[in-house]
């Protein structure tokens, strides 16, 4: 009999978990599980469902092997999506792949619970009697112990059945055009409540990612993995933080900082020293780094504990996106009246997510001082959470006073610059290292000032 997974949430997350499970070969070269896609009736779920079912990856990519892996599982038979959670009575593994948030708009921080703790709670009552519940969801320290063994236990003493596994092991994906590769092809940590549990994780684990080539590494506790994606993640965050006041001083000393950087990466040891960009976006960094306070406060029962690095590297990752709209602000003289067109508006090249994007930041304030704005992205059709619809195409420079060039999508690289702009003149600035050098002296040849956030003034305009 086959085994059977339940991935609970089809998001970025869940649906690429899905279908990288859908692929799983087990013994001769038959499918290792049967995967059951499980999302809320709600509209949002039922369009990720029914999508999935269609053999349609649900959000816009550019990773061709997933849209063809997403065919083929929705035409193996061995994946289906539902929003029907009692389908978890078959599943000897649930993949937890729901969302946890955080309240940023209280005076502290607080921790959204509720919603996790139903989803955990629906596996109580429904999932097999001993299966595994692996937690991918990214959450504070200390949850699974503290808050998702606890339901799991009185579920199962409830219903009077054999207890569940327990395992935790944290999501690396990184939507983007190896995106299933992320999940695939990648090192991966796990952890769990106990030896079995652990046991049972790494055995699943096995068998959905390349682990020859890139081995399992086992934490001593959900605790202690918990712990590592916080960290991971607020570690990244404050090593983009940290190069933005570097940006600043290199546009004003007339230094390029890319050229700077591309010197020190060759140590070894700072080969990851970030570069300075337009903000930080997406569900991930722009909340995990909070997530070990907050465990302090509500998970774990040490009180406030102070985290002033973190604190301080997502303040400054948020208003990095006001940064080149202060640069437009000077070189206009004014923003009221003033019209820009901004170009990318997910929160990373070759993605079509725009949750927390830096450009939803710039939109806001500049539309608060009296500009108009103009969105371009060519994977988003509509904003939802400005809601409001983006133009796909890019094809002529539009009339406006300012361009903005704020996610380095490919599309934005193969602009022609002298075609594109038709003999106008606006302002160009580079706020993500998006275009090349060849395209940012034809602009400034064809009279554009130009900007290039890191780097300066690369023409003031009068250079034609
Ligand atoms: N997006 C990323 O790149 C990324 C990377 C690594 C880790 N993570 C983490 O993975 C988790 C999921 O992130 P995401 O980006 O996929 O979120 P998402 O919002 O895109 O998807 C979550 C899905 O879960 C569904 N859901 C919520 N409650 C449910 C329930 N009770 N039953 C069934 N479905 C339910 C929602 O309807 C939604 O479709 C988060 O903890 C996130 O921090 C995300």
Redesign the pocket.
Known sequence: MNTVVCV????????AMAIACARAVGNLGAPAFEVIG???P?E??KA?IDSLNRGEFPFASTDSSLIEETRRAAHRGNFKAT?D?TVMKRADIVVV????DIDFDQPTPKLVLT??E??IA?IGEHAKPGALVVV????PPGTCENVVLPILRQSAERRGIQPFALAHS??????GEHYLESITSFWRAYSGIDDDSARRCEEFLTKVIDTANYPLKRLSSPTASETA?VLENAYRATNIAFIDEWGRFAEKANVDLYEVIDAIRVRPTHNNIRQPGFGVG???LT??PEFAAIAAREVLGLGNQDFPMSELAMRINRDMPLHPLRLIDANLGGLHGKSIALAGISYRQDVA?T?YSPSQTFVESAEREGATIHCFDPLVQHWDELDRPVLNEMHQCPDVHAVVFAVPHREFRAIEPHAWLGGKTPLIVDANDCLSAEQLGAFAAAGCGVHKVGRGLVSDGAGA
């Open positions: 609970q949430g089809l998001g970025f997350v869940g649906s499980i999302d809320l709600n949002q779920g990720r929003s959670s792949d729901v969302p946890l919603p996790f139903r989803a629906t991918e969801t990214t959450v944290y999501e690396r994906v990184m939507p994606k997406g569900y991930c909340k995990d997510d949750r």
